[in-house]
Structure formats: C-alpha cells, structure tokens
C-alpha cells in the first residue's frame, strides 16, 4: 500500500485544515488508519486513528479539534483539524496497521506517507 498524503498548507491560528491520505491499492480497506505529527526536535505523535470499520480513537493533542474519517470506496483517509494553535505546526504523517489492537504502537505501522507540512502561524 502506497500513502500520499496531502492537504497542508499555511493556516492562522484559530483556522481549520482537511488533510487527506490517498492510498495506491484496495488493500486500503483492511488497514487501519492513523495519522501522526511531528514537529522539530520532537517526537512523533499520535494523533488519531479508525479502523476498517471506522471505530475511531484520536490522542491528547487533537482531542475535540479533530475528526478523523475515511471513504474506503475512495481509499481516502480523512484528517479534519479546526482551531489550529502555532504548536500545531509540524509535518503530519498518515499510516497504516495491519490490526486494529496495535493501532497505538507506532513500529506496527507498516506504510507510511510522505508526510504534509502544516503551519500555523500566530
């Protein structure tokens, strides 16, 4: 499965941004998905996840400011943020795992995008 993740941009703070994960092959569909950040001298986070069945879990960071979603008969996976903060800025990254029970365990994650840069100014 190959990711292409797109949809970053320079935003103000306070705004919204839809970042989107195309993936190359129906097998798409069996993965769940997650989506991660990492900003400079910084670890990479987990932000969010959903399963193939879209069952959703989404971290700290993002908790009430972010919606995670996917159209399978797209193979899309969807990563809609609002009110934006400056510490928001990072490279964000989609992902796919084979199981849902390792959705929090980021060395499970098989593919990964290429990532996308957000950056929110203040």
């Known amino acids: 499965v190959q990711l292409q993740a797109s949809g970053g941009g320079l935003v103000q703070a306070g705004g919204s941004l839809r970042l989107s994960c195309s993936a190359s092959?129906?097998?798409?569909?069996?993965?769940?998905m997650g989506w991660y950040r990492q900003a400079p001298e910084k670890e990479r986070e987990l932000l969010a996840s959903?399963?193939?069945?879209?069952?959703?879990m989404y971290g700290d960071s993002v908790e009430g400011r972010g919606t995670i979603s996917r159209d399978n008969a797209k193979n899309t996976v969807y990563l809609q943020m609002n009110s934006l903060k400056p510490e928001d800025t990072a490279v964000y990254y989609c992902?796919?795992?084979?199981?849902?029970?390792?959705?929090?365990?980021?060395?499970?994650?098989?593919?990964w995008g290429q990532g996308t840069l957000v950056t929110v100014s203040s």
């Open positions: 992902a796919a795992v084979p199981e849902w029970r390792y959705v929090k365990v980021q060395s499970k994650y098989k593919f």
């Open positions: 092959t129906s097998g798409f569909t069996i993965n769940a």
């Open positions: 959903i399963s193939s069945d879209g069952s959703t």
